[in-house]
């Protein structure tokens, strides 16, 4: 699913909006009715009358009759899924937007009932041709109703997936660790400042977007989601990214140490190369402990 807006949300919160819009578009295309068989007591004969029903029930008021009867209504086994589920949620959620819609699709199945039993509920579910629209809305109510979480690996159930360019988030997570964990104060994260060129003199062109900048240039750090062995330190290391790092400390004239991380994954010592410009650059290649303490990448970023 594409075109989600940016909320700082928990990400419970995310899933319900995912569901209430998947809701939404449900209700637009309009909630399916079935005829559903119904036993009632009533005053006039309506349908088939239960004779056995009848003498039981009403032996003494001979004005009722115990009839069997179907009646088309919405009132269907997929409905007080959904209704089940938005009474959940409902208890469930903390976001103001998001309790409010729940109330609103509450109001659209007020007449249809909750389901007593979740798991008889949804064995008895007829999704065939005429209820494709269902499919995907049934498949968050199961998410939610029976508490299911997912692993990273292959399995038989069907589920959304919520995905995350790892090295955005790695670059992410850095980014606050040195911002909260370290303490740095001059600290920004893609940083706009430069660009690489300029069109006859004037227009800027290919603007650069270092990950982490430190003291307005004077460190940059660019971030790389990628293992690198100890046999591959040099040859694993991308050419492109070297040019890119020269390009970044170039641009920042007061540049005097570049980084290049990577996630550590066992114990690999850094690596240090030397550009030359009108003065000495430093590059480093450091190695960022996901699981551990980064005291050793402290010191060497911070002196």
Request: proline share 1%; net charge positive; hydrophobic share 40%.
């Amino acid at each position: 699913m594409a075109q989600l807006k940016a909320n700082k949300m928990p990400l419970l919160e995310i899933f319900i909006s995912m569901f209430l819009d998947e809701l939404d578009k449900l209700i637009k295309r309009g909630i399916k009715s079935d005829y559903i068989q119904k036993e009632e007591n009533l005053k006039f004969l309506k349908g088939k009358l239960k004779l056995k029903e009848q003498i039981k029930k009403n032996f003494i008021h001979k004005e009722r009759f115990f009839v069997e009867y179907d009646e088309f209504m919405s009132d269907r086994i997929e409905n007080r899924i959904i209704k089940t589920t938005l009474k959940y949620l409902y208890k469930k959620s903390n976001l103001n937007k998001n309790q409010k819609r729940i109330r609103e699709f509450l109001f659209v199945f007020d007449e249809i009932k909750k389901c007593k039993n979740i798991k008889i509920a949804f064995d008895n579910i007829k999704l065939n041709r005429q209820m494709k629209d269902y499919e995907n809305i049934i498949l968050w109510a199961k998410i939610f109703l029976f508490g299911n979480s997912f692993t990273p690996y292959k399995g038989n159930s069907v589920a959304f997936a919520l995905l995350f360019d790892m090295n955005q988030l790695f670059e992410s997570y850095v980014y606050h660790y040195l911002k909260n964990k370290m303490k740095i104060k001059n600290i920004k994260a893609q940083d706009k400042t430069h660009h690489l060129a300029y069109l006859n003199g004037e227009d800027k062109k290919f603007q650069l977007k270092p990950d982490i900048v430190l003291d307005n240039g004077k460190v940059i750090l660019d971030t790389k989601w990628k293992i690198l062995s100890e046999e591959k330190i040099h040859n694993g290391i991308n050419q492109a990214d070297m040019y890119q790092l020269y390009a970044y400390g170039t641009k920042y004239q007061n540049c005097e140490t570049l980084f290049l991380i990577y996630p550590k994954d066992n114990d690999i010592e850094s690596s240090y190369y030397e550009f030359f410009k009108n003065k000495s650059l430093n590059l480093k290649i450091c190695f960022f402990d996901l699981y551990g303490d980064n005291n050793k990448l402290e010191k060497e970023i911070l002196f």
